[in-house]
Each structure stands twice: as C-alpha cells, then as structure tokens.
C-alpha cells in the first residue's frame, strides 16, 4: 500500500487497532486477574508467611518461564512476518518448531526440578515460614511447565496472525479455571500455598487443551499443506539457526529484565515481611498496568511485523504514534487510580501494617508506569521486527547501568525510596536505549 493510500486507509487501521488492542487487554488482564485472586486468597489467610512465600517462589518461576517468553515474542514477531508476506506454509513450519522447542525445554525443567528449587531458595533471603510456604507452592506449580511453554508458543502464533478473539478465550479459560481451583484447593480444601500453586499448574493444562483444539481447526480449514509435506521441510537447519540466533537474544533480554524485577523483590525482602508484603502488592498492580499496556505492544508487535516487509517506513511511525500515545494514557491513568483510591488495595490484604506501608511507597507508582509504558510499546514494536539483538543489549545496558548501581545503593543505605528510584531508572534505561535504536533506524 502506497502512503498517499496508507493515509486514506488511516481511520480503518485505527479502528482495527482498537478492536486487536480491546481483545488483547481483555486476554492480558486475564493473567495478572488470576495472580491478584491468588494473592486475595493468600493474603486473607491468617499467616502471612504464605504471601511472602509465593512472592518469592514467583522470583524463580520468572527465571523458569519468562526467561523463556521468547517462545511467544520470537513467534509473535515471526508469525506475523509470515502474514504479511503471505507465507501461509511457513506459519505451520514456525508452530511446529517452536513447539518442538518449547517441549524440550519443559522436560529439562521437570528433570531438573530438585536442583532447581534448591538452589533457587538457598540464594534468595527468606525466613523459615516464608520459605517453607515458597517451596510448598513451588511444588505445586513446576508441574505446570509442559503446558505453560507450549501455551506461550500457541499464544504467540495465534497474536501474529491477529487472531484476538481466540488468545481472548484461552486467556478467559485459564483465569477461570485457575480461579475456581484456587477457591477448592485454598479455601476448601486448605492447602494454603500448594494448593495455589497447583491451581495455577493445572489451569495452564486446560487452557493448552483448547489451544490446541483451535489449531486442528485452522488445519482442517485450510487444508493447503499435507503434514507430510510440512514434517520433511520442519528441521531444516538454517531456518532453525535464524530461530536459534532470535530466542537467544530474546532470552538475554528477558533474563535482563526477570532479573531486575527479581533483584526488586529479593532487597526487598532485606528491609522485613512488611516491606517485602507491601512491595509484592505494589508490584502486583504494576504487573496488571503492564498486561493492560503490553495490549497495545502486542497489537503494535503484530502490525510491525506485517509492515516489516513494505520499505515505506511512514505506516510504522504512523503505527508507533498510535500505540504510544495510547500506552502512555494507560500507564498515567493507572498509577493516578491507584494513588487516589488507596482503598484498592484492601482488597488484597488486611494488614494494617502491610497497608501503611503501601501508603508510604505507593506514588512511585506514577512514574514507574509512565515512563514504563513507553518502554512496553517500544518493545512490542522491535520484537514485532524482530529485532532481538537491539532487545538484548536495550535491556543488558538498563538493567547493568541504570537499575542495578541504584539498587546496591539502596541495600546499603537502607532506602526504600531508592530502591523504588532503581526501578525508575530500569524504565528511563530502557527508554532511552529504544528511543535511540529507533532513531538509528529510522535514519538509515
């Protein structure tokens, strides 16, 4: 499409920009939905070893899944390249390889789960409560990997070919089915953190059920590439090395980032359970503004990989216009709401000390969410062309130079406040180093 035509087109795109980005919130806040309603049921019990438990076992199953989001964002990217090309055999190809992919490295992890969940806990900072809770619902979840791998895979292909409507129904699926078995394991059956972390493992299989239902029923409607055909052509070596080079970048870009957010909340736990409570919760309303926003980058991640082919660079600065000034609306608006209607976060807990605490750091949220949400959509925008090795060092440099000196330094002196500038600093990292790529490019 020409840019005088482009122009003309220009309200139609937006309006299909909305309808992806509507689908993609409503399935994004799925996810972080379910983790506030496990936080609810934890955090109401009488202990509260059990909330600071889980906070800490999620630090490694951050490591252990979204270390590997690159099996979502790598085939979102590609999936989406492949549309715009209209590749439809090689869409088949990328689904089964990184299945394949995704398969392999579950098996390691069950495998190697002891070793894992051993040293993952004997480097973080718990108490004895704390991390008795953490290992309980470590056991519950690690059986989940299978499912959740193979779901990042399913998510990823389905948003690169902009199919809304079906990531919005397993996004539904799996928040449903992880809130109803949280209410029989917790509440009724009383099995505290294990049986939170098993609710969550086994909702992950259901979601994997219908996922893949879906796929049969793309298969039999196309019914244009024999599995044959497509079996013979799915390990072919250099199109698995491109593959390969991909994931890792963004697999250094994401082990950067887990990282930094894993950092945040192990010093955290240096300053008490009350700090280490509160920051938990204020991390949780971080991670629902980000689904809500990475709706954005993810319909942004999807148009730039299908404009990726088209040498006109106007319709993706007209695309990245478009998604950051609508990321950027969100991000503002949910750290005002939260900072105006504290009561908001009675409905996670009813600690009173844990709740003077979040009164204290709460206002962070404003600029952690601002300057955050540009970084979400820029992030969407490389990953959508595929442009992983930019990823990897925007997020090597943030986390290297602008999070981690300040975050040293709040352990030392004992500051909160500076540990919560720390993250500040990873947003205006990430900010900066994007911003710049995208100048380079946009030059060149």
């Known amino acids: 499409m020409s840019v005088s035509r482009f122009h003309e087109h220009w309200p139609s795109f937006t309006a299909?920009?909305?309808?992806?980005?509507?689908?993609?919130?409503?399935?994004?806040?799925?996810?972080?939905?379910?983790?506030?309603?496990?936080t609810a049921f934890l955090g109401h019990l009488s202990e509260i070893d059990h909330l600071g438990g889980v906070a800490l076992a999620t630090i490694l199953f951050n490591y252990l899944y979204w270390?590997?989001?690159?099996?979502?964002?790598?085939?979102?990217?590609?999936?989406?390249?492949?549309?715009?090309?209209?590749?439809?055999?090689?869409l088949w190809l990328l689904l089964g390889r990184s299945g394949g992919?995704?398969?392999?490295?579950?098996?390691?992890?069950l495998l190697l789960q002891w070793p894992i969940r051993e040293l993952g806990f004997g480097l973080l900072s718990a108490t004895?409560?704390?991390?008795?809770?953490?290992m309980a619902f470590f056991q519950g979840r690690i059986w989940g990997a299978p499912a959740v791998l193979l779901n990042f895979v399913l998510l990823g292909w389905f948003l690169g070919q902009g199919q809304g409507r079906r990531v919005?129904?397993?996004a539904a699926i799996a928040s449903g089915a992880n809130i109803l078995l949280d209410y029989a394991f917790v509440v009724r059956f009383e099995w505290a953190s294990f049986g939170a972390g098993l609710a969550t493992a086994l909702s992950q299989y259901v979601t994997l059920g219908m996922g893949l239902g879906f796929v049969l029923q793309q298969w039999r409607s196309q019914q244009t590439h024999p599995w044959r055909t497509v079996q013979q052509k799915l390990w072919h070596w250099p199109a698995l090395k491109a593959l390969f080079a991909l994931n890792r970048d963004i697999l250094i870009r994401s082990f950067a980032l887990v990282t930094a957010f894993s950092l945040f909340t192990n010093f955290s736990s240096g300053f008490g359970e009350t700090v280490l409570a509160a920051n938990t919760l204020l991390l949780q309303v971080i991670s629902v503004a980000a689904y809500f926003i990475d709706g954005f980058a993810f319909t942004t991640e999807t148009f730039a990989g299908q404009f990726a082919a088209d040498p006109t660079f106007q319709r993706r600065r007209q695309l990245l216009k478009l998604g950051l000034g609508l990321s950027l609306f969100c991000g503002l608006g949910f750290?005002?709401?939260?900072?105006?209607?504290?009561?908001?976060?009675h409905l996670l807990t009813h600690h009173q000390p844990v709740l003077n605490a979040i009164s204290q750091y709460k206002n962070w949220l404003l600029p952690v969410l601002g300057i955050g949400s540009i970084a979400y959509l820029l992030d969407g925008y490389f990953l959508g062309l595929t442009k992983g090795r930019i990823l990897?060092?925007?997020?090597?440099?943030?986390?290297?130079?602008?999070?981690?000196?300040?975050?040293?330094?709040?352990?030392?002196?004992?500051?909160v406040e500076?540990?919560?500038?720390?993250?500040?600093?990873?947003?205006?990292?990430?900010?900066?180093?994007?911003?710049?790529?995208?100048?380079t490019l946009a030059r060149v």
Do not use: Y
């Open 67 to 90: 270390s590997f989001g690159f099996l979502r964002m790598g085939t979102t990217g590609l999936a989406a390249q492949a549309m715009g090309k209209g590749e439809a055999e090689e």
């Open 168 to 170: 919005l129904v397993l």
């Open 16 to 38: 299909e920009f909305l309808r992806l980005s509507a689908a993609n919130i409503l399935s994004n806040l799925m996810v972080p939905l379910a983790s506030l309603v496990d």
């Open 392 to 415: 990897r060092n925007a997020s090597l440099i943030s986390t290297g130079c602008f999070f981690l000196p300040l975050a040293i330094i709040a352990t030392q002196t004992h500051r």
């Open 418 to 439: 500076m540990l919560w500038l720390a993250l500040t600093g990873l947003m205006v990292g990430r900010v900066l180093t994007l911003s710049w790529a995208f100048l």
């Open 101 to 109: 992919i995704a398969i392999a490295i579950a098996a390691a992890i």
């Open 128 to 134: 004895a409560g704390v991390e008795a809770s953490g």
């Open 335 to 345: 750290g005002i709401l939260f900072i105006c209607v504290p009561q908001l976060f």
